[in-house]
């Protein structure tokens, strides 16, 4: 009897163990699909949901190498990448040329896989905004969309669509788990931006402070040739003169540019101080940054000794960003104005998306009255606009933490440009998808100009209850019932255009040829 119960039950595992095959198959890219010229062994039907897997190993503590791991343990490990190892754009374009090269040879299974691709990202946000960008450089008919994991300190990027934003569970259940809800998850377009950044770096030896150190998102261009500048400078619409700008003329070693795109926010100011002293410390001592919960107490702790709590006693008011550059907004096609700032304002936050320092909401809701006094409309990932959010101080910061809380509400704009001139302090701190730098400011007459427009869309997959909206989703809450959502406003009486809302697209001044290739710049 004992025997029979124990052949049994190594049956019914035989069997569950089967089906679990099965089910992952629906997950399983074949070897000849990704690898050059690997022997051909198609299988019966192209997979239901074939998955591409990149992870930051070092993401998330020791939780990086241990999802590595279990995913290539689960699936074809050809198919699931160490970021630290293998380049994302390597991969991708080897993917895609083997694709195109099978579908050329009638291969119906590739036409499928293609059709039904799915990329899997497992980091920080700034893992996630690398490889959507790599996506978006490819520029794809039909390019996949993506599903993050939310393997960083903030994970705002997942928690916008669903994903959540505490570290996942490593082990095998998890993973599966992970890829039933990527199977079912929902398709989502999202707005995508450029940045382009423009300043002169003082010659080696030329005076004080630290070598320009910009992060990794950024690509610095460097002195690129005059023909390419001028590309930029029309598709981007920096200049509305047909003239040459002076500085296109001044070529050389001190002309630098950094050119890239984001899909989170870009901060100047206060929280990218904090965020850039908090990523100088993890790199000083990455023992003490072991998992989320240890990193998310050191940056509070941060915040406390930067001194944001008592701004107005420890930081000069000449170093608020509200009075270091000219900001000016673009609320429709070819049209810049200055955005007036109230000068206290220590932090500029341009949002994209309703997620922000680990998912808060900066914008709000803002009630009815206050959507028709200020003629302002609801936010969405889709509409081609951004949201600009000011903070006075980490007090200012903590509403956010309170139901109905929120930053002071400056604007919504299709672009946004800054210009920093000469002014009392000789730098700022700057953030992009959680990447901070510290931003040299010019000296005598130059300008230091970073520019924000629309670049185009990409594809992101949203599980569960997620704070994404879109504008073609009839089922989005437009605002909160009455004039719930807005308490104490303090926000400047700045005058709003009302336009209608339109999808992403309309303002063609920032529309890129179409025979204009990014990787000849980036």
Avoid at 28 to 52: G, M, N, Q, R, T
Avoid at 66 to 85: C, H, I, P
Avoid at 250 to 257: K, N
Avoid at 331 to 341: C, D, F, M, P, T
């Amino acid at each position: 009897m004992a025997k029979d119960l124990k052949d049994q039950s190594k049956s019914q595992g035989t069997v569950a163990s089967n089906l679990e095959a099965d089910n992952l198959k629906d997950f399983w890219i074949p070897d000849y699909i990704l690898l050059h010229e690997s022997e051909v062994k198609k299988p019966s039907d192209a997979p239901a949901c074939p998955v591409i897997v990149f992870i930051n190993s070092r993401s998330g503590g020791q939780l990086g190498g241990e999802l590595l791991l279990s995913y290539q343990q689960l699936l074809n490990k050809n198919q699931v990448f160490d970021l630290n190892e293998a380049a994302p754009d390597k991969v991708l374009h080897q993917l895609f040329f083997n694709l195109e090269k099978h579908k050329r040879d009638g291969d119906s299974i590739a036409t499928e896989i293609q059709k039904r691709l799915r990329i899997i990202v497992a980091g920080g946000d700034g893992t996630a905004g690398w490889i959507l960008g790599v996506i978006s450089d490819l520029n794809l008919a039909q390019p996949p969309p993506v599903a993050t994991v939310p393997l960083g300190t903030g994970n705002n990027l997942p928690f916008a669509f669903g994903w959540g934003k505490k570290n996942p569970g490593t082990d095998h259940d998890s993973v599966k788990m992970f890829l039933d809800l990527v199977r079912n998850a929902h398709e989502m377009n999202v707005d995508s931006w450029h940045v382009l950044l423009r300043m002169k770096v003082p010659k080696e030896g030329s005076g004080p402070g630290e070598p320009l150190k910009l992060p990794h998102c950024l690509h610095a261009l460097g002195a690129p040739d005059k023909s390419c500048i001028l590309v930029i400078l029309k598709t981007m619409d920096l200049f509305c003169r047909k003239d040459i700008p002076p500085f296109v003329e001044d070529f050389g070693t001190t002309l630098a540019w950094a050119f890239n795109y984001f899909l989170l926010f870009l901060s100047a100011g206060m929280d990218a101080q904090v965020s850039h002293a908090f990523h100088a410390e993890r790199k000083s001592n990455p023992e003490k940054f072991k998992n989320q919960t240890s990193n998310q107490s050191a940056y509070a702790k941060l915040t406390c000794s930067q001194g944001w709590f008592w701004a107005s006693l420890s930081h000069p008011s000449s170093w608020n960003i509200g009075q270091l550059p000219k900001v000016s907004i673009m609320r429709k096609s070819g049209h810049w104005e200055v955005l007036a700032i109230p000068p206290t304002i220590r932090s500029i936050i341009c949002l994209n998306l309703p997620s922000f320092s680990g998912g808060l909401n900066p914008w709000g809701i803002p009630s009815r009255r206050r959507l028709r006094l200020k003629e302002w409309t609801p936010p969405f990932v889709d509409d081609g606009f951004l949201e600009v959010v000011g903070f006075r101080n980490a007090w200012h910061g903590a509403v956010l933490y309170t139901p109905s809380g929120h930053g002071t509400r400056l604007a919504q704009a299709r672009g946004i440009r800054f210009e920093f001139q000469k002014s009392a302090a000789d730098h700022t701190f700057m953030r992009l998808d959680g990447e901070p730098w510290k931003q040299p400011l010019p000296t005598k007459g130059d300008t230091v100009t970073l520019e924000i427009s629309s670049y185009g869309q990409v594809k992101m997959l949203a599980t569960g209850t997620y704070p994404s909206k879109s504008i073609d989703d009839p089922l989005t809450p437009r605002t909160l019932k009455g004039s719930e959502g807005d308490s104490g406003d303090e926000e400047p009486e700045v005058a709003e255009i009302s336009e209608e809302r339109k999808k992403f697209g309309e303002s063609s001044s920032f529309e890129l040829p179409k025979d204009f290739n990014l990787s000849q710049v980036s």
